[in-house]
């Protein structure tokens, strides 16, 4: 009887969350999202191209990142690219709120595991209504699947320190650590919290304890250790293109992309982000039309039903 009824308010987090993410993906405006459009321009280009972007122009300013995200979203942009760009923008954004999704289950299977069923879901509950975590995870953008991928590292870090001399556990525990690694290199952090409390395990095969790590280490490198590889023939073409690309004006459009919302407020009423325009011939960074505006200008034109701009 107690499990059914956590299953029921389990049941009752996930439907919240998906009503209040289905919201979000709807009511906010086509690229209001942070850098939506950038990571659209990632995912229209290996439509149109079929490899990997290089991060040439402020259009591609994405293209630095790991390609996991933007091939999972592939199939799905080229089946709704034809009902145009709202459509297609508003459907790639439902797969990122089915990531969450997953990801808040998965934190209530792992704080169960932890510390019993109320634990977890008081902690599904915070993680799925959490308003910035909505607003991002029903935005086209790679940290819903990153978020879901280090919840999957922590949980495999768990289950394999319930055996720590487990080669197997060990192997599949790299492989996540791996994916995460292809997703967003950010996941490092909780790759690196698992490699440490692992590190610290006592086990009875004194050979083990060198060979988890190394067998964790090694299944990481080989299934992480893709993207970069992945990225060198971007990085040939990026180098063979030097000339031209803009100096000045590239290197403002790029410190105005890592300047918080506030700050770049304030430059914009001072005109510095209006210098970083005038000098590259972009929009103003403050001009949300003009965002909308470039959205796909550099890589592939308007989805076929789309209107042109």
């Excluded at 996930?14 to 999202?33: C, E, M, P, V």
């Excluded at 149109?48 to 979203?73: F, H, K, N, T």
Aim: charged content about 15%.
């Amino acid at each position: 009887m107690a499990r059914f009824k956590t299953g029921i308010f389990l049941a009752g987090i996930l439907l919240g969350q998906a009503l209040l993410g289905f919201l979000y993906l709807n009511k906010t405006g086509i690229f209001n999202a942070p850098d939506e459009p950038y990571h659209l321009n990632y995912v229209a280009y290996l439509s149109a191209r079929g490899r990997l972007p290089v991060a040439a122009s402020r259009d591609m300013s994405e293209a630095i990142q790991p390609p996991l995200y933007y091939l999972s979203a592939l199939p799905l942009y080229k089946l709704t690219r034809g009902f145009g760009l709202p459509a297609c923008v508003k459907a790639l954004r439902a797969q990122n709120l089915l990531y969450a999704i997953l990801n808040v289950w998965l934190i209530f299977l792992l704080l169960r595991r932890v510390d019993g069923e109320q634990t977890a879901l008081l902690g599904a509950a915070f993680a799925a209504f959490l308003p910035q975590y909505l607003f991002i995870s029903a935005s086209v953008s790679n940290d819903a699947l990153a978020c879901l991928l280090a919840t999957l590292i922590l949980y495999g870090g768990l289950w394999l320190l319930e055996s720590p001399d487990s080669m197997p556990r060990a192997a599949a525990e790299g492989l996540l650590i791996g994916l995460g690694l292809l997703a967003k290199l950010t996941t490092v952090c909780c790759a690196a919290a698992v490699v440490l409390v692992y590190a610290r395990q006592k086990r009875k095969d004194k050979a083990r304890a060198v060979g988890g790590p190394l067998t964790m280490a090694a299944a990481a490198l080989a299934l992480g250790g893709l993207a970069p590889v992945a990225q060198l023939p971007a990085l040939r073409r990026l180098r063979g293109r030097a000339r031209d690309v803009p100096r000045v004006g590239d290197a403002l459009e790029r410190v105005g992309n890592l300047v918080p919302q506030a700050l770049r407020k304030l430059l914009g009423a001072l005109r510095l982000d209006g210098l970083a325009a005038s000098q590259s011939g972009l929009p103003h960074l403050g001009d949300r039309n003009g965002r909308h505006r470039r959205g796909l200008s550099v890589v592939v034109a308007p989805p076929s039903g789309a209107p042109a701009r």
